[in-house]
């Protein structure tokens, strides 16, 4: 039997701890089982009892003959482990802990965690959890859960696979999905993903015929490299991966030690990641189950413009600005509708909206406006927004909206009131329809500017200064002087720079600079220079230099008594049109990034920054400075001198070359300010942070 039957579709399903009081949790999953149709045979293990809820038990996994497919694990602590490895000598091909209290418990339950670790490891047994509260399938129905949510009457099928980490919300969307009428074709929740992680369960649905969506809620990422290989396939297959992942909040900013952590947190990063492997990642925990209706089966659009129509215009106002902010155009109404509704009494030609409302809810208009709508070359895309009488009077503005199922071009239903009973009607039609604007404005963005996934640009081999930088950098430390000596080997243009010993090597140092000079202290020991005092800027000659350097060696050692200072670095001062911030970084999460900001002192502060996967190449780095609200100065807003972008953009792609193998010591790595001069005229950094 393969791994996706065994999870999904087993026949032999043994209940380990399985218990007679239905009034506990571990009675769930056999109540569950058989509720819902399961047709294949339940096996209880349990010590104490000959039968559970009519069906023999046994006294322990051993005694159970013939081939066990699936086995759930009712058991706490310890006695879960050593069932695990019971399961393993037994020959189960898949086995689901129900209980927590491992990795997610402290130190102790990591040391139970890493005990089913190495069971997994030794004996090739697949693991779903621990911390697992079930899997699901609807066809054929086999509901292995213990999650009170699935005591419904009824399980609904459906063509959605969802795939959590979290247990109880797969309760939480199964019954927000069922309230409008949609099922799920398989549930999952992976847990603290021992062994099955969310990539290798993705990537089992995009070959499962009952799927035609995957959802994913998730926590954090574990296994970026399945999912984004899972999704990729997915995209091939005309499947949309829909993911919502907690953590848009600065989490994990604590594991950053320069401002590109900072910046570009987890969840910026976890956006790059979506980005470039064609993941429609959601900001609405509902928007799990609304936005595939616009997804599915559909062809990619061609355009960004959407109509609205609406009979509400509070509510359709809602809509729209939530698509303006996700970067739709609203499309002007279409001559043929104004001339069409002008005997009506309707004035459509005075604004973005077809506003119904003074002409009341009437069948005939509300239908009459839609295919109108639908009919125009004019925009790629239709809303209708209905308002009171989606609630009380569905056969006015609701009903006449099934006819455009399955429409040729997207169309949805926003209802602005509590209409559960239109919500299911429009659902069981075919038509698209929600309960929140801010979720129908995202579904129709993301179906308009669905995100495909991106091409990795190769990677050259680094060249011998690269490699020779780096080591010198792994021998002694990498302060600014080595950091700027693997920056300049990557391809990013370097000030001009003397590094000295000590203070009284710092006067000759200015003369061979020539002009006005930067003084830095150089330490491997202090990342950030400015906050311990070792800056000076400006200085016009060597007599004012050597002063200035006794002064930084003093705040230096008040700063930072114990860091280890070697030397002075003498640097040309240098002007540009704006300070930019590079920074590279390994992620925990997603592997190689690289960000580009608004740079200087005040980079924390502004966190105007873009970020993607590394590597990038010329182009994709020309969109993240258009990302970026401040660098619009050097972009040519409103006829200011315009910057080299290009330079920048070259600047960019030789920083995030860091992804190489060979440099997968660097961390982190930063140049803050990088100045970007007149067109034509290059960039060039001025500090420079490596990471090891």
Known sequence: MSLFDSLFQPKRIALIGASADEKRTTSRPQRFLQKHGFAGEILPVNPGRAEVFGVTAYKAIDAIPGDIDHAYIL??????????????????????????????????????????????????IRLVGPNSIGTVSTDPPMALTANAAFAV?????????????????????????????????????????????????????????KTKA???FMETLRDGERLAHAARRAHAAGKPVVAYKLGRSDIGQELAKSHTGAIAGSDAT???????????????????????????????ATGKRVAVATTTGGGAAMVVDNMAVAGLDIADPPQALVDWLKPLGIAAGEGKLVDLTLAGARPEIVAGTIERLLADDGNDAAIFVV?????????????????????????????????????ALLTAAGVPAFRHPESCAEAMALCLLRPTPQPVPALAEPS??????????????????????????????????????DARKVASAVDEVGGAVALKILSADIAHKTEAGGVALGLPDGQHAAVAAREIEKRVKAYAPNAKLDGFLVQKMERGLAEVILGFRRD????????????????????????????????????????????????????????????????????????????????????????????????????????L
């Open 153 to 209: 009457d009824k399980l609904r099928s459906g063509s959605w696979g969802l795939v959590s980490q979290s247990g109880s919300l797969i309760g939480a969307l199964l019954s927000r999905a069922d309230a409008r009428g949609i099922g799920f074709s398989r549930l999952i929740s992976v847990g603290n993903e021992v062994d099955l992680k969310v990539g290798e369960v993705a990537d089992l649905l995009v070959d499962d015929p």
């Open 214 to 216: 995957i959802l994913l």
């Open 270 to 300: 976890f956006d790059a990641f979506c980005r470039r492997h064609g993941i429609a990642r959601v900001s609405m925990f509902e928007s799990l189950v609304d936005v595939p209706t616009l997804l599915v089966d559909r062809p990619p």
């Open 387 to 423: 308002g009171s009488s989606a609630q009380f009077n569905p056969e006015l503005a609701v009903e006449p909206l099934l006819r455009f199922a399955g429409s040729k071009k997207p169309f949805a239903v926003a209802l602005t009131p509590a209409a559960e009973k239109s919500l």
């Open 464 to 501: 011998a200064a690269a490699r020779e930088a780096l080591q010198a950098g792994q021998a002694c430390g990498f302060d600014e002087r080595r950091a700027a000596a693997l920056f300049a080997a990557l391809g990013v243009p370097m000030a001009k720079s003397v590094a000295v010993p």
């Open 75 to 124: 058991l706490n602590g310890k006695d879960a482990v050593s069932a695990l490895a019971a399961c393993a000598q037994r020959g189960v091909k898949v086995a689901s802990i129900l209980a927590g209290g491992f990795a997610d418990a402290g130190a102790a339950g990591a040391s139970l965690q890493d005990a089913l670790v190495r069971i997994v490891t030794q004996t090739g």
């Open 588 to 691: 925990p999460l997603v592997g190689p990034t690289v960000t580009v900001g608004l740079g200087g002192v005040l980079a924390e502060i502004y966190k105007d920054a873009a970020t993607r996967l590394a590597p990038v190449d010329e182009a994709e780095a020309l969109q993240m400075i258009e990302e970026v609200k401040g660098l619009a100065t050097i972009r040519g807003y409103r006829n200011l001198t315009r910057g080299d972008v290009a330079a920048l953009a070259r600047a960019i792609a030789a920083l995030s070359s860091l992804a190489h193998p060979a440099f997968a010591d660097v961390v982190d790595a930063e140049i803050n300010p990088l100045l970007v001069k007149r067109e034509g005229e290059g960039v060039v950094a001025v500090d420079g942070l490596v990471i």
